[in-house]
């Protein structure tokens, strides 16, 4: 296998469209989810039930306030660790090597508090349907979790629904999962700086990651590149990312248990219990470089 292969899985048998999964669905599905991470630690899926035609529109409703005047959107920039709101061009850089440039890129995270946020707080005035369009889609998302169900049958959990219950929180103030509308802007070889990319190397701080993107090009194993050809025909690229976390109050570094138990970590062997929000708060704080809580 060469080493930019990611595997695709048909998910079909899964999928939003079907109210309910065999449990041998789940395990074929699981199978190949487990295979593709072990062997690539990606995977496309296909045929998952969230259609190509729904993201562009959200990609259009979101897109109007990326294209918005600047002082419209200084008035929803995210503020301290609240992962709430929008941050721009050159403010970020998840790789944390403070010798590669920030991302040439912009967003606006939306967290699990957002079902119950105050109007106001919306951008709605300058992105007429902002809200209603990626709240709906976080309810879609959430439903993809069913990833997760297979996972756990793939990986030959105890428990098949151990990553439910540690997910239960996910759309409140008890959970960091976030949804993430991105907009990488034009750019050229005269506002690029040396080294800088759309998206710097790095690895998430997630159960999983679900990404969805345009047909630009340009992301490879964790990292979005400038493409030659979005430098010569000035284009935008854009993506929409749903970040699953585990409840703030699950411990992360908890070994699973197999019903192989030959596969099980012994008690004397584990390591100090840490949960998710003691160890995600301590990775924003260099991520955002604040000390605000």
Known sequence: MCDDYIPVVDFASCGLEREKCSEEDLAKVGKLIVDAFSDSGFVYLKNYGITDAYIKELQNVTGQYFTSPLQDKLRYKRKGTANFGWVGTGEENPGLDPNVPCDYKEFFNINGASFTRDKSEWPDDVAP????????????????????????????????????????????????????????????????????LRLGEHSDLTTISLVFQDNVGGLQKHRVVVKEGELRNKIVRRSLAYFVHPDND??????????????????????????????????????WNTEEK
Not at 137 to 165: P, S, T
Not at 257 to 277: C, F, G, I, R
């Open 250 to 287: 699950t411990f992360i570094n908890k070994p699973f248990e197999y019903k192989d138990e030959s596969k099980n970590v012994p008690e004397a062997e584990q390591t100090k219990l840490l949960t998710s929000v003691e160890w995600i708060m301590e990775k924003m704080k260099v991520l």
């Open 129 to 196: 349907g902002f809200s209603h369009a990626i709240l709906d889609f976080m309810e879609r998302a959430q439903k993809l979790l069913r990833i997760l169900h297979a996972l756990a049958i793939g990986l030959g959990l105890k428990d098949e629904y151990f990553f439910h219950k540690c997910h239960r929180k996910m759309h409140s103030a008890d959970s960091f999962t976030t949804a993430r509308t991105l907009y990488y802007p034009t750019a050229n070889a005269a506002n690029l700086l040396p080294g800088q």
